[in-house]
């Protein structure tokens, strides 16, 4: 059963009934409404490896959820089959920054993927877009519309004491890791931030780029590798996806391609998704998976959380 019929929306509806304003838009114009075809052609565009065709028969809908400049934040999801329990929920999120092509490309070949074989063990939900401000700038840029870093935005623990404070010491104000004036400032943070809380995800994958290497945070044991990417922790930091949903006790894992502009090979690309999934049908979900769930008691997305 699918749990986001009363979330998405058409994207003009949406932005009719005024739901795009983000933080500082008070009073503003609300920009022109994005029809979901002409947010693939913007997407398309930009990425010559998205085909506008592909993106447009994908699946993708609306949310409720608008990025700063007003774009639809995009989602497509898999859902539960009649015959069979999914043995977990997994949240796959590409493009949390604008100047990583390849996290964005890759999604859409992972949906291409799962679009033939997807057989129920997982529900799936993937988010293949997270900053569209950032990527559709003539420059793309690796913040969003307001020069915040979504993925040093997120309200962690200790976010101003060690997050904002690092930021201000360790990278002396560097822009393109500006964590935000407060935790959670940012339009594209705060639906990201209530889709965790609404469908629970048992393992959370966010695919970046160009440190070539997989990344992990949370509780349980992180894959050796993905295709022919190692495991490297990096550490964890106060405003970062990871920092913030392992406190819930679900793992993250990060996944750094080696090209933020080039794609790996079709053999690689099957070759992560296949050690992907292998990792989740033996590490997921985890017994302590159970926090977020004491956090967010209740239904998965009902229709009266969507009564806004």
């Known amino acids: 059963m699918k749990i986001f019929s009363v979330w998405v929306v058409s994207c003009i509806l949406a932005m009719g009934l005024g739901l795009h304003a983000g933080p500082g838009r008070a009073g503003a114009e609300p920009p022109a409404p994005v029809s979901l075809d002409q947010a693939c052609q913007a997407i398309s565009g930009k990425l010559a490896s998205v085909d506008f065709e592909g993106c447009r028969q994908s699946g993708l809908l609306c949310t409720h959820a608008f990025s700063s400049e007003g774009f639809p934040l995009l989602l497509k999801e898999y859902p539960p089959l009649a015959h069979r329990e999914p043995q977990s929920r997994v949240l ?42 950032g990527l559709l700038r003539e420059n793309s840029t690796r913040t969003n519309h307001r020069g915040v870093d979504i993925n040093r935005n997120f309200p962690s623990p200790l976010w101003l004491e060690v997050g904002y404070q690092r930021w201000v010491d360790t990278v002396r104000r560097n822009p393109r890791y500006y964590p935000g004036p407060q935790a959670m400032s940012e ?34 044991t992180p894959p050796k590798s993905l295709g022919s990417l190692p495991l490297r922790k990096l550490g964890n930091y106060p405003g970062t996806l990871g920092n913030y949903a392992s406190d819930f006790g679900v793992p993250v894992i990060t996944l750094e391609l080696e090209s933020a502009g ?18 989740l049908v033996h590490s997921t979900p985890l017994p302590s998976w159970g926090v977020i769930e004491a956090h967010n008691p209740g239904p998965l997305l009902d229709e009266a959380f969507f009564a806004k």
Request: glycine share 8%; proline share 7%; charged share 20%.
């Open 92 to 133: 796959v999120l590409g493009g949390t920054h604008g100047d990583e092509y390849s996290s964005i490309s890759i999604i859409f070949k992972w949906m291409e993927i799962l679009d033939v074989h997807h057989s129920g063990l997982f529900h799936w939900v993937f988010v293949p877009l997270l900053n569209p401000d």
């Open 262 to 279: 080039r794609l790996p090979s079709h053999s690689e690309i099957s070759a992560m998704w296949r050690d992907l999934v292998r990792w």
């Open 187 to 220: 339009p594209e943070t705060q639906f990201l931030v209530e889709l965790i809380q609404r469908f629970r995800p048992h393992a959370i994958i966010s695919v970046h780029a160009p440190l070539g290497l997989v990344d992990y945070d949370g509780p349980g």
